[in-house]
């Protein structure tokens, strides 16, 4: 195995527990200004969460629950209205520092920067959530050792596709053996293993169950992991 280089991290669920409270009920306040009766529980949101992409869970959502919301109307424009809304009131929450990073993420972040690591973001979500999320949650100094970051539709195929990791080694000129990947779903770690990439999984209440096949490890917290040991 190549020498360790860099820590490519996934953002929602595996830096911060962003979904249930944060991207959830963005999505519910974006309905309500909308006019939309939408509204999405813990449970629904927990289906909804395998398919990767606000946009496309949208879509998702409209075409399976209530196809007449795209009759007669341009379901792109609306898809993008929506979700526009939804990523305003996501910022305001995870800017607000309500969402805090999970447990060792942040020791594992400094630990990672003393051992002189490179560090990057590979995300579904958009740019402006994660620098919402790091700004809130990481030191601007630390913030700044993100050297890449790889977020939404810088890449056409979101994951389960690789694009996005694929995307971000390229930027950091590394092959993946020496690059580690860490993520808390079945779609991050299908995403990371299509770009030959070692995968830490880091579970969540949302993806407990998640199939985690082919992850080198997968663990509940990442709270006393060792630099050293990856
Ligand atoms: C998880 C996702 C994202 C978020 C919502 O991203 O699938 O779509 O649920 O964010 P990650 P957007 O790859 O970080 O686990 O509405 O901005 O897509
Ligand atoms: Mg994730």
Redesign the pocket.
Known sequence: MDALKALIF?????LAD??RDG?RCAFNLAFGEHGLEWQWDEQTYGRL?TV??????LRHYAERYDPAFFAGRDADALIRAL?AT??RH?VRLAGSGRIPLRPGVGCLIETAIARGLRLAI?????PE?VEALLSATLSEPVRRRFEVIGA?DVVAA??PASDIYAWVLERLDLPPESCLAI???H??LQAALGAGLRCLVNRNDYTRNEDFGGAWRVVDTLEGLEVDDL
Request: net charge negative; aromatic share 4%.
């Open positions: 996934d953002v929602d669920g595996t962003t979904e991207h969460l990767a992409g606000g946009k496309e869970r979700h939804k990523t996501y590979a995300t579904t979500t958009t959530n939404g979101k994951k993520e808390d779903s779609n991050g």
